[in-house]
C-alpha cells in the first residue's frame, strides 16, 4: 500500500481565495481524522470520520472550514475564504479502529 | 475527555547516551497510548503503542516505553541513541470511546556528537 496520500504537499494562496487539501487513505481503514499543526498550537484534531460519516467536527474553528468524504476511498478539507491565519501544516491520517494511525506527508499550506 | 502531558520540550543529548522522553497522562477511562516520531517536512510516524496487555511495550529503531497507570504516565526510553534520531517525539492518548488521539506538545531531542 501506498500509505495515507495528501496533495498537494504545498499550497500558497492569496487572502480570500478557497483552498481544498485533499486525502486518500490507506484502503481498509475505516476512520480518518484531519489535523492541523502549528508552532503556537501543535497539533490540534479538526474532524474525523468512521465508515465516511462525520463523528466529530468539534474541532473545525470556523464556518470557513469544511469538509467531506464521500466514499472510503477520498477526503477533501475546504477553506473558504482563506485568511492568514489559517497557514498551517493540515495532516491526513487513517487508522483501522484503535490500532494507530497512519498519517499522510501533510499539506503545508501558506495565505497571503 | 483525554490530555497529555510533555513534560520537556527540548531534550539535548549526545550520541550514545541513553535517553528518556517523559510523557504523563490524564483520563477518566481506559486508555490507548501512543509515541510517533516527526523527521523534519514530513508527516508523523507510529514508533510504538499501548493498547493493553505488556506495560512494556517495544517499538521501532530501539525505542520502548513503560505504561505505568499509578503514576499516569508513559515514558519513551531508549538506551543509546543516534545522531539520525534527531527529531520531533510526540506522546497521544486515546480510548475505545471514538479512537481520536489527543496529541502532546512533542519534544525535541536533539543527539549531538
Known amino acids: 500500500d501506498a500509505g495515507v496520500i495528501q496533495s498537494p504537499r504545498h499550497e500558497v494562496t492569496e487572502m480570500g481565495q478557497e483552498v481544498t487539501l485533499r486525502c486518500k487513505p490507506i484502503?481498509?481503514?475505516?476512520?480518518l481524522f484531519w489535523y492541523r499543526q502549528t508552532m503556537m498550537r501543535g497539533l490540534e484534531l479538526l474532524i474525523y470520520?468512521?465508515?465516511?460519516?462525520?463523528?466529530?467536527d468539534s474541532g473545525m474553528p470556523e464556518d470557513r472550514f469544511s469538509a467531506k468524504m464521500p466514499n472510503a476511498s477520498f477526503s477533501t478539507l475546504k477553506i473558504q475564504p482563506s485568511e492568514p491565519r489559517d497557514s498551517a501544516v493540515y495532516f491526513c491520517a487513517s487508522s483501522l479502529g484503535g490500532d494507530g494511525y497512519t498519517f499522510g506527508s501533510g499539506t503545508r499550506l501558506t495565505v497571503v | 475527555a483525554q490530555s497529555v502531558t510533555q513534560l520537556d520540550s527540548q531534550v539535548p543529548v549526545f550520541e550514545e547516551a541513553p535517553v528518556e522522553l517523559r510523557c504523563n497522562y490524564s483520563s477518566s477511562v481506559s486508555v490507548y497510548l501512543f509515541w510517533y516520531v516527526q523527521y523534519p517536512n514530513q508527516g508523523l510516524q507510529l514508533l510504538l503503542k499501548?493498547?493493553?496487555?505488556?506495560?512494556l511495550v517495544k517499538g521501532i529503531n530501539g525505542f520502548e516505553a513503560e505504561f505505568n497507570k499509578s503514576q499516569t504516565s508513559f515514558h519513551l526510553r531508549k538506551p543509546s541513541v543516534h545522531i539520525s534520531d534527531t527529531a520531533e517525539y510526540f506522546c497521544a492518548v486515546g480510548s475505545n470511546s471514538g479512537y481520536a488521539l489527543n496529541f502532546g506538545k512533542g519534544t525535541s531531542l536533539l543527539v549531538t556528537p
Open positions: 470520520f468512521n465508515n465516511n460519516v462525520p463523528i466529530d
Open positions: 484502503s481498509g481503514h475505516d476512520y
Open positions: 499501548y493498547l493493553s496487555g505488556s506495560t
